[in-house]
């Protein structure tokens, strides 16, 4: 006999009152009399026994219904899982023997028998553990590389506030592999730690001018606090000041850029600044002439001017200086360091 659907979703809702009443049910003892060959036994059955009972069929039921609908569903998601597995492995086997079926019958291609997909499957995961054995490898020469940067960038008396300058505007710029390190599941984990922190510094020491702007010279002048030559009191001197010894007195650009000042300055005299990449800026003063324009684009083969007095300036010499964001950094060590840079690329095959 079949039941109309409305009558069993009728008994569905009335489950739950079911239920309930089964539970606070007030169970009253019941006493039994059994008759057997005259002799009468009687039998008392307890109210809360009754209860105790009751309740209990109805949580362990409960907890017999819950385990079975949880391992339908587990049921249920490891076959999903199965299935596309199943097709995971298909679409891999299909790619590793693209080669081959272009060449030949593609239904012929696939048509292996099963002693040589076990000898596919194998080639595939030897040739998967050499190249985890490769990974692990260069992951140890790029661990030593960064601690090597990370002691250079101490040297180079760069601030934590600069290098993020740095990396900031790098990443402005919309050029990062952090998207391809994660969907590659062999540079996940440690191994993108460490090539995203050797990305992040080389991008510091690729920003940094590698060359001064003089190819042979003297220091008059250092970075940092010293007596000024004119009105004599300390003060924070933003740059260097260098004088040629061969009497070539071009001036050239110290990093590809854009000159952003090229005009006439009351303290710094005849006056460049070229804008590099990444927040980084060179200024170039007291020049007795200027061959550069705003907007002009420059490489490190273009002069700018050339050495002069021009300005509030003691005698003939050239004040350099390089600014990160604004701040003046020590340009002699800050080159010193971004040649480091340009060693490691020779050293590499």
């Known amino acids: ?12 809702r009335g489950l739950p ?7 606070v049910r007030d169970y009253q003892d019941v006493k039994l009399i059994l008759e057997q060959s005259g002799d009468l036994r009687y039998f008392n059955i307890p109210a809360a026994f009754q209860r105790i009972f009751a309740r209990t069929t109805l949580v362990v039921t409960g907890v017999l219904l819950s385990s079975l609908l949880v391992l339908s569903v587990t049921s249920l998601s490891l076959a999903i899982s199965r299935a596309r597995l199943e097709r995971s492995h298909e679409e891999v086997f299909r790619a590793l023997i693209s080669s081959t ?25 030897d040739r998967d553990m050499s190249i985890r054995r490769f990974v692990e490898t260069s992951m140890v020469a790029v661990s030593e590389e960064n601690d090597t940067m990370k002691s250079q960038l101490e040297t180079s008396g760069l601030t934590e506030k600069i290098i993020k300058i740095i990396q900031q505007n790098s990443v402005n710029g919309g050029f990062t592999l952090d998207g391809d390190l994660q969907s590659n599941p062999l540079m996940r984990g440690k191994v993108a730690d460490e090539l995203s922190t050797n990305r992040s510094l080389r991008e510091v020491l690729y920003a940094l001018p590698s060359r001064m702007p003089i190819s042979n010279f003297s220091l008059s002048s250092d970075f940092g606090i010293r007596k000024h030559p004119m009105t004599g009191k300390s003060h924070f001197h933003t740059g260097v000041d260098l004088m040629s010894e061969t009497g070539d007195d071009k001036v050239f650009s110290v990093k590809p850029g854009v000159v952003v000042m090229s005009e006439f300055h009351p303290q710094y005299g005849n006056t460049v600044v070229v804008r590099h990449s990444n927040g980084v800026e060179s200024l170039y003063a007291h020049m007795a002439q200027l061959l550069v324009k705003v907007g002009d684009k420059v490489t490190t083969d273009n002069v700018l001017g050339y050495i002069g007095n021009t300005g509030f300036s003691t005698g003939k010499h050239l004040h350099f200086e390089i600014l990160v964001g604004g701040y003046p950094v020590n340009p002699q060590k800050v080159i010193r360091t971004a040649q480091y840079v340009q060693q490691i690329q020779n050293k590499q095959p």
């Open 101 to 125: 079926a272009e060449s030949q019958d593609a239904d012929a291609a696939l048509a292996l028998t099963e002693e040589q997909m076990v000898t596919l499957a194998q080639t595939i995961r």
């Open 1 to 12: 006999m079949r039941l109309p659907l409305s009558s069993v979703l009728s008994h569905l």
């Open 17 to 23: 009152r079911l239920l309930r009443h089964v539970w």
